[in-house]
């Protein structure tokens, strides 16, 4: 079974400021990763995933994210926060093989604050 | 309309009693789950469907049970609600394939006194 792991279960930062929210797995074989948002009282959303190919993603609402295969992490980003990308994250990864296949798996999210 | 829809939002219920939640969809995908999550725990997976007679269990599927009438429809249960299933329950959908995206419902708030 997979393990996904966010480092930081809350992160307080300023508007405009400059965010990093970190995300480990734990895998022997190759993984797909994604990032969700959860936004008050909804559901969650796809903010974006990586499949293959370039290891910088981008995302929707300015988020990007990059794939580390040897450090096996997907830390996302954003030059500039907004009071509105105040939220949960979750760090999640699906196995591209195997017995497990089309199983989802979270990390424990990390909440993001922004404060004016 | 919402793509996943759950019933109910909301659910008090007393220990003890049976409860059911309720998920339809009208994506047309073949894969249903259904999580909870819990403050500082994530999502953790109950239940999964990869088709009306494809069901297995996730990493916490003891006290639950779930049915799938249909591809659009995917219910879980609680047999015998107890204080700790307290919750927020999540169902999703998703196309066949490991790299596709999962679609929300909007959750369940449980709670059991």
């Known amino acids: 079974a997979q393990s996904v792991t966010q480092l930081d279960s809350q992160v307080p930062v300023f508007e405009e400021a400059p965010v990093e929210l970190r995300c480990n797995y734990s895998s022997s074989v190759s993984v797909y990763l994604f990032w969700y948002v959860q936004y008050p009282n909804q559901g969650l959303q796809l903010l974006l995933k990586?499949?293959?190919?370039?290891?910088l993603v981008k995302g929707i609402n300015g988020f990007e994210a990059e794939f580390n295969k040897s450090q096996t992490s997907f830390h996302l980003r954003k030059p500039s926060v907004h009071i509105s990308d105040t939220a949960e994250y979750f760090c999640a990864v699906s196995d591209r093989g195997g017995s497990t296949l089309g199983r989802l798996y979270f990390g424990r999210g990390t909440q993001l604050t922004v404060w004016p | 309309d919402a793509d996943v829809t759950q019933t109910p939002r909301n659910r008090i219920t007393k220990t003890g009693k049976r409860i059911m939640l309720e998920c339809s969809q009208t994506?047309?995908?073949?894969?249903m789950y259904w999580y909870r999550q819990d403050p500082g725990l994530g999502l953790r997976l109950i239940y999964y469907?990869?088709?009306?007679?494809?069901?297995n269990k996730g990493e916490i599927s003891d006290g639950y049970s779930v049915s799938r009438q249909a591809q659009a429809k995917f219910s879980l249960s609680l047999e015998s609600a107890i204080p700790n299933q307290t919750a927020l329950y999540f169902c999703?959908?998703?196309?066949?394939?490991?790299?596709?995206?999962?679609?929300f419902g909007q959750g369940t708030r449980l709670t059991v006194v």
């Open positions: 999703a959908t998703r196309p066949t394939g490991p790299n596709t995206e999962a679609f």
């Open positions: 990586y499949l293959s190919g370039s290891t």
């Open positions: 994506k047309g995908h073949d894969r």
């Open positions: 469907s990869f088709d009306v007679k494809d069901i």
